[in-house]
Nanobody
Framework: QVQLVESGGGSVQAGGSLKLSCAASSGYIFSYCGMAWYRQAPGKERELVSTISSGGSTTYGDSVKGRFSISQDNAKNTLYLQMNSLKPEDTAVYYC????????????????WGQGTQVTVSS
């Protein structure tokens, strides 16, 4: 099992930017069929933010389209989420996830998860 560790969270004012990182250890992110960023705000359900396939295809949730960008660097064994034009409603704990089975990726199921990193956006 690949271990994933997020970093880069913090507090920022509305309109600001943050770049989250998800570093893999005990394995390689190129072994994944797909990776994703999820977020969960207090009292709310977990929300899919963005996905990236092993082929580089990306998807974004409607609430972050045009503001967030997902990428991965296989040489650095790291997944990224560039977040621009942040809004208070982006405040949440952000989790990265990875899955080796393409069948599970299609179903939106991910086996490996990080511990999360807090992002707080103030108005």
């Amino acid at each position: 099992q690949v271990q994933l560790v997020e970093s880069g969270g913090g507090s920022v004012q509305a309109g600001g930017s943050l770049k989250l990182s998800c570093a893999a250890s005990s394995g390689y992110i190129f072994s994944y069929c797909g990776m994703a960023w999820y977020r969960q705000a207090p009292g709310k359900e977990r929300e899919l933010v963005s996905t990236i396939s092993s082929g580089g295809s990306t998807t974004y949730g409607d609430s972050v389209k045009g503001r967030f960008s997902i990428s991965q660097d296989n040489a650095k064994n790291t997944l990224y989420l560039q977040m621009n034009s942040l809004k208070p409603e982006d405040t949440a704990v952000y989790y990265c996830a990875g899955e080796k089975s393409c069948i599970r990726v299609v179903d939106g199921l991910f086996s490996d998860w990080g511990q999360g990193t807090q992002v707080t956006v103030s108005s």
